[in-house]
């Protein structure tokens, strides 16, 4: 098959799921009010890797098919290089609003695909068999995937993974005849309405004993016993022109429950095997997917900056302490920029010939985003003020009676006349203070981890020798002769 058209994607997405969203149990996510904007939007983005096929297409390696260049296993700097400018594209389409769209999961599989002797490590030869089947599955059926890796917070105090006996994890609870029963909840599938499959893999390290907790799988939405429980939308149903982000951008999060589900022994990458679980995230996963995900973080950064400049002209504010404030955004898109060229200029081979970023500039910037993203929210509301509050809809400004007075009373300075100044705020307030714009946050915040964690791994990983090289030399002297 190859790369999906949008159309495609959109019959896909009418197979039967349990989806629950507010009061309801949505019939077909396609047409729901707070769903059709996202989903509509999703296929979008695979109608723009046809229309920019240079950039986001390739050969499958094995049958020649069209395929997204995400889903490329990078074996050099230049197969890096290629799969940027493709990122960039996908990340530009929703300026990086959306931090899940299918190729988050495609570099995913890619680079769990291309560590095949990692996944096949410890008697697990089977499983990474399978999961290298399904890589090729995923990409020449060009499927939206999932996810689900952490495992919910009941009692903070009992730690962060499941110890033996925790019936609210997922766990396995029963092989069959064709595959293994799971059973138990995890956290949080964002793309869940807009999926095809969902993806089970590795995240905290698991203790001892914990054997039954430790799977990987892929499976269809459709499959018996899976659940899924949508937060509230924070999408709005409407013109784009009123809320050009929230009427399309809203990626949705789920918690999933496996309610006593059947897993084909096909699909199955980690059955109970705790020392592969254990090990197949540690060296090359997160070099991997954060080109990624810093490729979008950056994208949304200079739209900030963008949405910033458009709001200071059309107030005629250029000037500090605005200028000051849209120089920060700035400093943190250039930093993010730099970081990423930084770590895809000292990339190297991970083992079995895998190419992935260099790990301390990603592992800086996984950290320090947390902060900068929501301080640039912050920064344009500083920015945008009271002018946030005040940007008529389309319908208003159209409105015999109200029109002129607008025009007249909500101009912008220079030639910035009512509807562009109203448009340029309400794309403002839909980034920076509408309900996506909390979720985005939050997003932001937690979706590679919390910022303590973060700086646990930048502490963790750092390399202390010219440190101590630099101390030591103020610690030794004096103490001779
Ligand atoms: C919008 C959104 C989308 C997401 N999408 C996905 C997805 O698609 N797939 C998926 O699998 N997951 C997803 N996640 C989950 C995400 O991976 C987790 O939120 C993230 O790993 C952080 O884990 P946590 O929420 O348990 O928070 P924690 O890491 O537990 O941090 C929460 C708070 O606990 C405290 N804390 C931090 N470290 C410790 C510690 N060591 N001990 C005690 N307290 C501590 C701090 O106050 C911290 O702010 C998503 C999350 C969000 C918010």
């Known amino acids: 098959m190859g790369a999906r058209t949008g159309a495609e994607f959109l019959k896909g997405l009418k197979s039967p799921r349990s989806i629950w969203l507010g009061r309801e149990k949505v019939t077909d996510v396609t047409e729901h009010p707070a769903l059709a904007g996202a989903a ?8 723009l890797q046809h229309r920019e096929a240079a950039t986001c297409l390739m050969p499958d390696p094995e049958t020649g098919e069209p395929i997204n260049v995400s889903h490329m296993i990078p074996r050099s700097r230049a197969d890096l290089m290629r799969r940027h400018a493709c990122l960039e594209k996908i990340a530009e389409f929703s300026v990086g609003l959306m931090g899940r769209t299918p190729d988050y999961m495609n570099v995913t599989y890619a680079g769990f695909a291309g560590r095949d002797d990692e996944w096949g490590a410890f008697g697990n030869e089977g499983g990474a068999t399978n999961l290298v089947a399904y890589q090729k599955f995923l990409r020449r ?14 009692d903070k105090a009992l730690g962060d993974v499941p110890a033996a006996g925790n019936d609210v994890a997922l766990h396995k609870v029963a092989d069959t005849e064709h595959g293994i029963v799971v059973r138990g909840a995890r956290i949080l599938a964002t793309l869940a309405p807009f999926a095809d499959e969902i993806a089970v893999y590795p995240a905290a390290q698991l203790p001892p004993g914990a054997d039954a907790y430790a799977l990987s799988f892929c499976i269809p939405m459709s499959t018996p016993g899976l659940k899924f429980i949508c937060r509230d939308s924070v999408s709005v149903a409407g013109n784009r022109h009123d809320h050009p982000l929230s009427s399309r951008f809203d990626e949705q999060d789920a918690f999933v429950i496996f309610d006593n589900v059947e897993v084909p022994r096909n699909r199955v990458f980690i059955d109970c095997n705790i020392n592969v679980y254990n090990n197949v995230m540690r060296t090359g996963w997160y070099p991997n997917i954060t080109q990624q995900t810093m490729i979008r973080a950056q994208t949304k950064l200079e739209f900030a900056w963008g949405v910033a400049l458009r709001m200071a002209e059309a107030i005629n504010s250029l000037q500090p302490p605005s200028l000051q404030q849209m120089g920060e955004i700035r400093t943190y898109a250039d930093l993010t920029r730099a970081a990423i060229a930084a770590a895809e200029h000292e990339a190297h081979d991970y083992g079995n010939g895998c190419w992935f970023l260099d790990k301390p500039p990603i592992t800086a910037l996984k950290a320090i985003l947390p902060v900068w993203m929501p301080r640039v929210g912050e920064i344009i509301r500083l920015l945008g003020s009271h002018n946030l509050l005040a940007a008529p809809t389309k319908a208003q400004m159209d409105d015999k009676e109200l029109g002129p007075l607008i025009e007249r009373y909500l101009r912008g300075a220079g030639d910035t006349n009512a ?4 448009r340029i705020f309400r794309l403002a307030w839909d980034f920076a203070g509408s309900a996506l714009a909390s979720r985005n946050e939050q997003y932001e915040r937690f979706y590679l981890g919390s910022i303590q964690r973060n700086y646990q791994w930048v502490q963790t990983l750092a390399d202390r020798k010219r440190a101590d090289r630099l101390v030591d030399r103020f610690l030794s002297e004096g103490t001779g002769p």
Do not use: Y
Request: proline share 4%.
């Open 141 to 154: 059926n060009d499927i939206s995937l999932t996810h689900t890796i952490v495992q919910p917070t009941v």
């Open 40 to 47: 509509h939007a999703l296929a979008e983005v695979f109608d």
């Open 419 to 422: 509807a562009k100044r109203a």
